[in-house]
């Protein structure tokens, strides 16, 4: 069968070809670029198969890889993005037919909808792929630690990796990938309940201080030791999603406060322990650190610093003053209907709660003549 595809693809790309050679050729059935003749289209250069290659579909790269030696190496050599998530088989045998020839890639999308990859082949991807920047593996439930130690191994320049759902990976699996990946700045451990523990997380505000971006979403182990490990360690972060993470309190988010002055997205969804105080200390943070801010940025470029999202859905222990004082601190944040980048659903007593341009809005109604009636 695979033959078969493989003589029919071949035949395809000829009479697509020689429709090519008709019409640039005028009907000469010979096509000249940069003085050479091109006959048929094995003979296309190497940079022109993989400006070719840039603007088809993935599984159309993979296919055409198998076509010939002259397409097999091109694509081999040149290849730096490739997804395979709409695989849905196989996917595990694909990789290992893979992984050893496309050994350039920088961006590895391996998402599932039902677990198929095994450890082999993320040794496979490690043992090929040391440029490898962005690797995606959610849902990944059949790994185990080998997987996280084969790409400490073999890919020190991971800077986005997305392993969320993977529930197999251990605290001290994910220990030992941050000592080998220091570069990494974007990372989703959403769900990775065994491997998103204070352990870890002190391990990563020790090892990946260009940490940008953070989902411990429904991490129920992390607690406010890890996250304050975090704040100390990781400076830069600007995106942390501790929805779920039940145990952290205040000290989490006046950690986060005083360290984290580029924090944009704070996810504290259904941290019920959080209270006005951590409110009030997010709120200070900005007026604390505005003199140091103000050095290295121009006024423009101030206003737009600080939160621009914030969920607090579930937080019930906050108060409406505590809220609006945050609010009002930071204008990025919105209650007002389509934009909602403050979140708070679930929490009855914050309604009274409004940004700036909700206040501005009702005094503009309020303004307008009313006709006589």
Not at 60 to 84: F, M
Not at 225 to 252: E, K
Not at 314 to 331: G, R
Request: aromatic letters at 4%.
């Amino acid at each position: 069968m695979v033959g078969e595809a493989t003589n029919l693809w071949s035949e395809e790309l000829n009479l697509c070809f020689e429709k090519l050679m008709m019409i640039g050729g005028k009907n000469s059935g010979v096509v000249k670029m940069d003085g050479s003749a091109i006959t048929e289209w094995k003979d296309i250069p190497m940079e022109l198969l993989l400006r070719i290659v840039s603007l088809v579909d993935d599984q159309t790269v993979v296919r055409a890889s198998g076509v010939c030696c002259g397409w097999r190496d091109a694509i081999c050599s040149g290849l730096t993005h490739l997804s395979l998530s709409r695989c849905k088989k196989n996917m595990n045998n694909l990789v290992l037919s893979l992984a050893p020839k496309f050994t350039k890639l920088q961006t590895l999308v391996l998402r599932q909808d039902k677990p198929q990859l095994e450890d082999n082949a993320v040794e496979a991807i490690a043992n090929s792929c040391h440029d490898l920047q962005d690797l995606d593996l959610s849902k990944s439930f059949n790994l185990s630690d080998h997987s996280l130690g084969a790409l400490g191994h073999g890919c020190p320049n991971l800077i986005k990796l997305n392993i969320s759902g993977c529930t197999a990976f251990s605290d001290h699996a994910l220990a030992y990938l941050t000592e080998h990946c220091q570069k990494l700045k974007i990372l989703n451990l959403c769900g990775c309940v065994k491997a998103a523990t204070d352990h870890a997380l002190q391990a990563i505000g020790r090892n990946c201080s260009q940490l940008q971006s953070l989902n411990l979403g429904w991490c129920e182990n992390v607690g406010d030791l890890g996250v304050m490990s975090l704040a100390y360690g990781c400076p830069d972060l600007r995106s942390l999603d501790l929805c779920g993470c039940v145990d952290i309190t205040d000290d989490s988010v006046i950690a986060l406060a005083n360290r984290c002055l580029h924090l944009r997205s704070l996810d504290l969804y259904y941290c019920r322990n959080i209270t006005d105080r951590a409110m009030y200390s997010l709120a200070q943070s900005r007026v604390k650190n505005k003199p140091a801010m103000w050095e290295s940025m121009n006024k423009s470029r101030y206003d737009e610093e600080g939160l621009k999202s914030l969920n607090i859905s579930q937080c019930t222990a906050l108060t409406p003053s505590a809220v609006q004082a945050l609010c009002d601190t930071f204008p990025a944040l919105h209650t007002c209907s389509g934009r909602h980048s403050l979140v708070i659903s679930g929490c009855l007593n914050l309604t009274s709660v409004h940004c700036a341009c909700a206040v501005q809005a009702h005094r503009a109604t309020n303004s307008i003549p009313h006709s006589a009636h």
